[in-house]
């Protein structure tokens, strides 16, 4: 008590002035003790606003020009549903769906079992440990869209010289409308298990080394304290993990730039490059408006979809 | 005590309060004296919206020159990289420039039927312009269909580039006809030398060709007639991609079989530095790649043919699209000293002036020579009159063109190529009519 005595005669000064608050100890008291302390709902006002201002409001307004007509400029008429029923018998939208999930689930696989591995290799007792961790972090930090132009010009000049036996490295796999599409996979995959890979090794640093003494005194081998203990005590991550990447995934954007292009063809044409370019280049912004809402409602059921799916299988302790 | 301690803080800080307030007023005064018109009361300040980035310098000077001969007038020249964008952004806001270059593509037809720029009938400057010129802007679109919405200033070429020194080492002429054009090719094929330099990495470089065969060969008024079948468009209507255009994609394939091993996994860049080496006689492109060509290899020796679709050298027409155009902003406050800077921009001495420096065409109808040997064969086709525009600046931006012509390229499916492109235009057309009720 003596210590909290000289700031509680310091702080009446100022509370003096605020006019219901009563006298400064008792009313500070109450606020930490009855409820949440009033500051930290303050705290996340700011946070709250710039949420409302730059993504909810945005996203409200995207979904009012969709039942309209607008083509980014000019007059506008609302024309109801309209745009809806053309997306529906629209070809190209279905097309790019199909491509996009099909990306999407072969690189959340590849991503999740890669850095899985990684993070088992980078937690395990070996040299140079934080150093390996930082290296294999750094693709992460690179810009995608920097990386995409390099990965480019290996897939375009230097794979076509070295697996000139290849016919399918040989000919430009970029140019190649039934293979493009892996190409797309390296690179995000290269690029998005670095993300997974930190997630991961925080997940394996809260199991305790215990359970590993116990199990190994029991005579249990690596793989099965990998599949009995490991991969069950960090569930929660692999469930956020899997979620995470395939909601990145389904808007896999920036590597189709510079590698492809959405071609050849428009075999690589993903869902948000459809978006991207009708609306933008195409001067069809309200259809293509209507295109990201479908969009964002899909994004949304999948993911809750792998959450229930996943978090099943979670366990506690 | 209370007293005392405040001050030797109050003194620091209040002296930063005023360096801070100083170093601000500075600033602000020294944004808004560079911003503000400079304060003389009789400059006129234009907003000079300016899309083509190759040309800034020329219009740096072009914009001295008028400045020094009009003090009244100021004008600021926006250069953007996405002009496109950035003008739609513009206009968005509602923040129209007051003197604008646009090309003349789909898009700028799409905006001046939007009513976005001034209309320029009766004006003395439209009987400057190459007829020719005027049918290709208002081909692309027009507010209500019967202003003049923009005014040409540079015109491109669309055609063949072709290496002089390979074709005289072979004993090549200038075909002028289809079947010479497939004898250039046999021969060079024979002397084995690819005849041209595929890039079909980049799916629009395929789309030169495809606008030069395509516009000469398809039925007049193909694309009248296609807007009127709209949401119909399909395999039984009366014009549609797949009747109307298999003579133009067999040939354009004909034209690839003659390219060099691996054009399909070449990109532009590639091939611009390769033609310019002299690894093929030919180059499926137009006017706009002879300064890079010419940059690669300062040497070779370079000239132009028009693309010859079919068996008649007189019914070649040569394709050619406003590269460059000028436009007034419709609402502008500054009306008469636009025109001003317009009729500036389109004087003959500056039109010449500026399509030297570009390697392009003037756009006017009394235009000097063009002292370039490179486009030499070109200019009677201009003097003549004999141009078609693309035909692509047609075909709304949402239809992906040139996927579909590079996927037929690679694949050799002309039918299923067609097909998807009536398609797409019958989905559009289902789209925009269902807008515009």
């Known amino acids: 008590m003596t210590t909290t005595a000289p700031p509680s005669r310091v702080r009446p000064l100022p509370d003096a002035d605020t006019p219901p608050g009563g006298s400064g100890g008792g009313t500070s008291r109450r606020r930490v003790i009855g409820r949440t302390p009033r500051a930290f709902y303050w705290m996340v006002v700011p946070a709250l606003v710039l949420f409302a201002a730059l993504h909810t409001v945005p996203a409200l307004i995207g979904i009012f020009y969709s039942f309209t007509n607008y083509a980014g400029y000019g007059t506008w008429d609302i024309i109801g549903i309209g745009n809806y029923v053309a997306l529906f018998q629209d070809d190209r939208v279905l097309r790019a769906y199909g491509f996009t999930f099909g990306v999407a689930i072969v690189a959340t696989i590849l991503v999740n079992v890669f ?20 290296i294999f972090f750094i693709p992460y930090v690179l810009s995608i869209l920097v990386v995409g132009y390099v990965f480019q010009y290996i897939f375009a000049n230097s794979l076509p010289q070295i697996f000139s036996g290849i016919p399918l490295f040989r000919d430009n796999i970029l140019a190649n409308p039934d293979w493009a599409w892996l190409a797309i996979v390296t690179l995000t995959v290269w690029q998005g298990v670095a993300f997974s890979t930190i997630l991961y090794i925080a997940g394996l640093q809260t199991i305790p080394q215990e359970l590993y003494e116990a199990s190994s005194i029991d005579g249990a081998s690596t793989v099965r304290q990998f599949w009995a203990i490991t991969f069950p005590l960090i569930g929660a991550f692999f469930t956020i993990n899997m979620v995470l990447s395939m909601k990145n995934y389904l808007q896999v954007f920036d590597q189709i730039i510079p590698l492809t292009n959405g071609g050849p063809g428009t075999s690589t044409e993903s869902i948000t490059l459809l978006i991207f370019r009708g609306g933008f280049q195409g001067g069809e912004y309200a259809y293509q408006t209507t295109n990201a809402v479908v969009y964002l409602v899909v994004i949304i059921l999948v993911s809750l979809v792998q959450f229930r799916i996943l978090q099943r299988r979670e366990v506690d302790f | 005590m209370h007293h ?18 100083i170093v601000v007023t500075a600033v602000a005064s020294a944004t808004l004296s560079g911003c503000a018109p400079s304060g003389d009361a009789g400059v006129t300040t234009l907003d000079f919206f300016q899309f083509k ?20 007038i100021d004008v600021q020249l926006n250069t953007v990289p996405d002009p496109d964008t950035a003008l739609r952004t513009l206009l968005v806001k509602g923040k129209t420039p007051d003197v604008l270059t646009v090309n003349g593509s789909g898009n700028y037809g799409q905006l001046a039927r939007a009513g976005v720029f001034h209309d ?50 072979q004993g090549l002429e200038v075909p002028t006809t289809w079947d010479e054009l497939i004898a250039v090719c046999d021969a060079l094929e024979d002397a084995g030398i690819p005849a041209f330099y595929g890039t079909l990495a980049d799916a629009w470089t395929a789309i030169p060709a495809w606008n030069a065969l395509g516009g000469q060969l398809q039925p007049d008024d193909f694309y009248d007639d296609l807007r009127a079948e709209g949401g119909d468009v399909g395999p039984d ?5 797949s009747a109307d255009y298999t003579e133009a994609m067999e040939k354009l394939q004909t034209l690839y079989s003659y390219a060099q091993d691996g054009y399909r996994s070449r990109g532009y860049e590639d091939g611009n530095a390769a033609f310019a080496n002299g690894e093929s006689a030919m180059y499926l492109q137009g006017i706009w790649t002879i300064n890079p060509i010419l940059a690669a290899n300062p040497d070779i020796e370079l000239g132009v043919f028009p693309y010859p679709a079919g068996e008649d050298p007189d019914d070649v027409r040569l394709t050619s699209g406003v590269d460059v155009a000028v436009t007034i902003g419709r609402d502008t406050p500054h009306l008469a000293e636009a025109q001003r800077f317009v009729e500036y921009l389109l004087s003959p001495e500056v039109v010449d002036g500026f399509v030297e420096s570009q390697v392009m065409f003037s756009t006017l109808a009394d235009a000097g020579p063009n ?10 086709y201009f003097d003549d009159g004999r141009i078609i525009g693309f035909i692509d600046h047609q075909i709304p931006a949402s239809i992906p063109l040139q996927p579909i012509v590079q996927q037929y390229l690679l694949d050799g499916n002309m039918d299923a190529a067609l097909a998807n492109l009536d398609n797409e235009w019958r989905k559009v057309a289902l789209r925009s009519t269902r807008t515009e009720e």
Not at chain 2, 7 to 20: D, E, M, Q, S
């Open chain 2, 53 to 72: 980035g190759e040309a800034t310098a020329d219009f740096q000077r072009i914009v001295a020159d008028f400045e020094a001969e009009n003090p009244d």
């Open chain 2, 4 to 21: 005392s301690i405040p001050r030797p803080h109050a003194g620091p800080r209040r002296r930063r309060r005023l360096l801070t307030a």
């Open chain 2, 371 to 380: 002292p370039n040997p490179v486009l030499a064969e070109l200019v009677p």
């Open chain 1, 115 to 134: 850095s899985l591995l990684l993070a088992l290799f980078l937690n395990a007792k070996i040299k140079f440990q934080s150093a390996f961790r930082g």
């Open chain 2, 120 to 169: 320029f009938t009766g004006d003395p400057l439209v009987e400057q312009q190459n007829p020719a010129v005027l049918d290709i802007l208002d081909a692309l679109g027009s507010f209500e269909g019967d202003e003049i919405n923009a005014l040409g200033m540079a015109n491109n070429a669309d055609g063949i580039v072709y290496n002089k020194q390979i074709f005289e080492e």
């Open chain 2, 237 to 241: 209507s009366a014009v549609s991609f």
